[in-house]
């Protein structure tokens, strides 16, 4: 009876151990699988974060290089903002002193054209028509407002060229105009610059002389001049040679003396 009760032990022992035995296996095969799995995530998740690692240190270096640049730009915009400061402040400087002399030149202006506009009243009749669209420009107040500064100072430049230019020259005109409240008659007038005129008309048998004053020319009549004049006359339309001419030089004009005032 002893030894059945032996065998029977002996394969419970056998059977208990092929039981253990077979649960550690599957155990330490599922710890295995678990263990490789684990290794595996871990080496995905390594060369994963290698590789964000680069992507990450590229991404830094870019915005380094970007972080200098943007340095580098914000120094050049605030070296641009005190250059745009420093020129917008010459510009308003340069303004103010182009204003002022705007006002300047204006202020001269009206003073220049003031003058002008006295001294034509005493200007040759001739040459005073022949300026007379000049003159609208200064005195008209619709032209006036209509004209720029450089438009008025070229006005003024055409007056006193055109002055000059009869001044400084012998000049025949034909211009008709009345002695001592006679009937008008047309002369011929050789107006030495605007100093003085000596008048005769066709037939020479009325002639004289005249001088400017503030209200116009005043005109003397002298018919003992005609002839000499005459010769002055035939000179300057070149119809005789040049020869010294013996004419009176009267003295300047009284704008209170009787004579003819003719603008």
């Not at 400061?85 to 030149?105: F, H, P, W, Y």
């Not at 409240?181 to 008309?201: C, K």
């Not at 400017?212 to 001049?225: T, V």
Request: with cysteine; proline share 3%.
């Amino acid at each position: 009876m002893k030894r059945p009760l032996k065998i029977v032990f002996c394969s419970l022992l056998v059977i208990y151990n092929q039981a253990v035995f077979g649960t550690t296996v599957k155990e330490t095969r599922k710890l295995l699988e678990e263990w490789v799995g684990a290794e595996k995530l871990i080496s995905e998740e390594k060369s994963k974060w290698q590789t964000e690692k680069a992507t990450l240190q590229d991404l830094v270096l870019a915005l380094r290089v970007e972080i200098s640049q943007l340095d580098k730009n914000l120094d050049k915009s605030d070296a641009e903002a005190s250059g745009a400061s420093l020129a917008r402040s010459k510009l308003i400087r340069r303004g103010t002193i182009a204003e002022n002399a705007a006002k300047e030149l204006n202020a001269d202006l009206n003073s220049l054209e003031r003058e002008i506009l006295l001294a034509m009243d005493s200007f040759p009749s001739p040459l005073a028509r022949r300026l007379r669209s000049f003159r609208e420009k200064l005195t008209s107040r619709e032209q006036r407002k209509s004209l720029t500064q450089r438009e008025r100072l070229e006005a003024c430049l055409a007056i006193l060229q055109s002055a000059q230019i009869f001044h400084g020259g012998v000049n025949l005109e034909r211009q008709e105009f009345s002695l001592n409240d006679e009937q008008s008659r047309e002369f011929h007038v050789l107006y030495f610059g605007m100093s003085i005129a000596y008048f005769v008309n066709e037939s020479g048998t009325v002639a004289g002389y005249g001088t400017p004053s503030p209200r116009g020319w005043l005109w003397e009549r002298r018919d003992n001049l005609a002839d000499e004049i005459r010769k002055g006359v035939s000179i300057r339309k070149k119809r005789a040679l040049p020869l010294f001419l013996k004419l009176p030089i009267p003295r300047k004009a009284d704008p209170n003396e009787n004579g003819e005032d003719v603008k």
